[in-house]
């Protein structure tokens, strides 16, 4: 893939919120997970866990925790995106808190662009009950879910989103 190709995929990159029913096979959500595995992580920690809702009744009590959100139910695999701040803290202290939401948040980014390159749409969603999250999942208290990522295949093509010029994001040598 050259340089165009890359843009090209990432461009083509859009969040969906209709997905049809049909399962997410167990060796692709292996093979999502391995993808993820390949990110960079503060001291290559990978303070970072997975966990993957596949069942309906519990993709409906994630939805409804996330605020009430159709998609969370709707797509057949949910991977709930969690920072483990133990393995990083055990390292780092205090400072190991932002290294797992970090080692989190890029792994959740593998996830999302590995489900667009094997063809799969996806929505990163972050507007959930933490604490009804919490409880559904039975996640322990070192584990915090930072993305509630619906996979799927989508079943309206991914609408492009408008972006600012990148240049507005750029300052140089000083802000
Ligand atoms: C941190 C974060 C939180 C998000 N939370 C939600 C959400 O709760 N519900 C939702 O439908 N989309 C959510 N999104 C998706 C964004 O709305 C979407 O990425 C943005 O509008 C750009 O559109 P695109 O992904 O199609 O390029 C979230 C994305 C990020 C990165």
Sequence with gaps: MDSSEFREFLR?????????????????????????????????????????VTDPEMREALSE??????????APLVLVVCANYVRSMSRY??????????????????????????????CWTGAFDEEE???ILDLPPHARPLSLLAVGRGRVAAGRTGRMPAEDHLHRDQW
């Excluded at 205090?94 to 799969?120: F, K, Q, V």
Aim: glycine share 6%.
């Design 12 to 52: 083509s990159r859009a969040s969906v919120r209709e997905y049809f029913p049909d399962t997410v096979p167990e060796d692709r959500i292996r093979w999502l997970l391995d993808c993820a595995s390949t990110a960079p992580s503060a001291g290559n920690l990978e303070a970072w866990d997975v966990v993957a």
């Design 65 to 74: 925790a996330a605020l009430s959100q159709p998609h969370i139910g709707e």
């Design 133 to 135: 999250v919490r409880k």
């Design 93 to 122: 202290g205090e400072r190991g808190i932002l290294y797992a939401m970090e080692d989190a948040t890029i792994a959740c980014t593998y996830l999302m662009l590995a489900a667009h390159a094997a063809g799969l749409s996806s």
